[in-house]
T-cell receptor
Framework: GESVGLHLPTLSVQEGDNSIINCAYS??????FIWYKQESGKGPQFIID?????DKRQGQRVTVLLNKTVKHLSLQIAATQPGDSAVYFC???????????FGTGTRLLVSP | KAGVTQTPRYLIKTRGQQVTLSCSPI?????VSWYQQTPGQGLQFLFE???????NKGNFPGRFSGRQFSNSRSEMNVSTLELGDSALYLC??????????FGPGTRLTVT
């Protein structure tokens, strides 16, 4: 869709599977991380966030893991549903700066 | 509570023209950020306003400018439009330094 690059990484799963979307962030000084979901024709929608003093945070059907050693974030979606089909972006921010830096995004395709 | 609204939703302009986009944040939010989204560059930060002051700025040329009004509504302006300015322009609001809520965006096409 309009929100993504032509060569966006794509993850295809079956309904009911667990999905894991990965992201490498760039700035070791970043201390706030967010996952967004973007459906075609819409703006990014907040899913879950995590601060650098944590390594795991759970929401409803979603879990974010943070590995600061290797500057890696992951989003786990349990029991993936067709409505989860979208592009997922990770974003990083530094405290004191309201200036998100976004990853390139991953397209998640969920088949019924 | 109403979400972030952006107007217009779609816009077509020709090279050399200028354009003004508008964003109304969530009620009570004082921070408004602007982002440009293109297939090639992804989502890139333009600038952020808080209490009518530009607090953060991205790496865009001076043709891109913005402002915020006392009611926290914000506008961004792009002068001397180029073909490469065609993009989805997204506005996000937040209370201060926290979770940003995005609007649906304005799709700008420059011909």
């Amino acid at each position: 869709g309009e929100s993504v690059g032509l060569h966006l990484p794509t993850l295809s799963v079956q309904e009911g599977d667990n999905s894991i979307i990965n992201c490498a962030y760039s700035n070791s000084a970043s201390d706030y991380f967010i996952w967004y979901k973007q459906e075609s024709g819409k703006g990014p929608q907040f899913i879950i966030d995590i601060r650098s003093n944590m390594d795991k945070r759970q929401g409803q059907r979603v879990t974010v893991l943070l590995n600061k050693t290797v500057k890696h974030l992951s989003l786990q979606i349990a029991a993936t549903q067709p409505g989860d089909s979208a592009v997922y972006f990770c974003a990083e921010n530094m405290e004191g700066f309201q200036k998100l830096v976004f990853g390139t995004g991953t397209r998640l395709l969920v088949s019924p | 509570k109403a979400g972030v609204t952006q107007t217009p939703r779609y816009l077509i302009k020709t090279r050399g023209q200028q354009v003004t986009l508008s964003c109304s944040p969530i009620s009570g939010h004082r921070s408004v950020s602007w982002y440009q989204q293109t297939p090639g560059q992804g989502l890139q930060f333009l600038f952020e306003y808080f209490s009518e002051t530009q607090r953060n700025k991205g790496n865009f040329p001076g043709r891109f400018s913005g402002r915020q009004f006392s009611n926290s509504r914000s506008e961004m302006n792009v002068s001397t439009l180029e073909l490469g300015d065609s993009a989805l322009y997204l506005c996000a609001s937040s209370l201060a330094y926290d979770e940003q809520y995005f609007g649906p965006g304005t799709r700008l096409t420059v011909t």
